[in-house]
């Protein structure tokens, strides 16, 4: 029996970015659902804001040295930065690609049979595009480490309130909602900004029900309100 799926409501997960948009928003769905028993967060340092839980364990993390994680189920990530954020194109891949890769590996060696990660809309491994570039160059180095269940968010423009989290202002998110606003409900759900919320309930879902293989979900298929 020492091979059997762990139950539905003992499953454990990792979550690395909890700190973010979408991260943060994600942690309190896994804590909540029943499905779960306990939560590991990675930080790159101590966050006292996130709530307290007893299923909430933290551990604070070199991304570039990952050491050994407890047993897991399931493995969320929501890493990502910007290049203005990072200060360089190779510090935006340190995060961007680097710190994914990681923490899939250990989530892998930890047990993981399902991961569900953030990656971009647009993301293309052969994009002159830089970001989307990246973005699909992960993509691909995760989707070869053989994880049962791997499913790659690609959301369109995030929303959500950055300096309430203490994060940098996106200039690029104002400026884009500034002039889309008047005319969201017009703007195709492909490309149109979608709230962080939409995200992190569709990564739950994900992990709950999505199928052994490679997939994706498009930021369209991840709007909640149409």
Known sequence: MGNSPTPLAERVAV??????????????LVLDSTHYARVHVLL???????????????????????????????AFITLGTTIKVAGSQAAFRRVDFDAVLNTARAAQSAGAKRLVVVSALGADASSRVFYNRVKGEMQHAVSELGIETVVFMQPSLLLGDRAALGQPVRRGEVWAMTLLRPVLGWVPSSVRPIGAGDVAHAMLDAALHARPGVSVVSSAQMQRQQ
């Open 15 to 28: 979550l690395a970015g909890a700190t973010g948009l979408i991260g943060r928003v994600l942690l309190g």
């Open 44 to 74: 790159r340092r101590p966050a006292p804001d996130l709530p307290q839980h007893p299923k909430l364990q933290r551990h604070v993390v070199d991304f570039d040295h990952l050491p050994a994680l407890p047993p897991v189920d399931d």
